[in-house]
């Protein structure tokens, strides 16, 4: 799995706003299937940073109904990424 497939985009919210400035924490969507390890390195590649911890939780879609049809929303899964104090992501 490469770099890119790994990194599915970027979640910019408040609470991922607050945690950029204070705690130098960045949350990322990732490829359900990606390890920390993979996240570790992909962020590191891509965004030219040092990692120092990857926290990870999967979201499990939640059954929503539209008239008398069911279904799921879907499933993924996210990565919050903590750099070493020295760097900082623009993107953010």
């Given amino acids: 799995m490469d770099d890119y497939s790994v990194i599915v985009k970027p979640l910019i919210t408040e609470q991922g706003m607050h945690f950029a400035n204070t705690r130098n924490a960045y949350s990322f969507e990732v490829n359900a299937k990606a390890n920390k390890?993979?996240?570790?390195?992909?962020?590191?590649?891509?965004?030219?940073?040092?990692?120092?911890?990857?926290?990870?939780?999967?979201?499990?879609?939640?059954?929503?109904?539209?008239?008398?049809?069911?279904?799921?929303?879907?499933?993924?899964?996210?990565?919050?990424?903590?750099?070493?104090?020295?760097?900082?992501?623009?993107l953010f």
């Fill in 37 to 90: 390890i993979q996240i570790r390195k992909a962020v590191e590649n891509l965004y030219k940073v040092k990692v120092t911890d990857v926290r990870t939780a999967n979201y499990i879609g939640k059954p929503r109904r539209k008239g008398r049809h069911f279904g799921r929303t879907r499933s993924w899964k996210k990565a919050v990424v903590v750099l070493h104090e020295d760097y900082h992501i623009d």
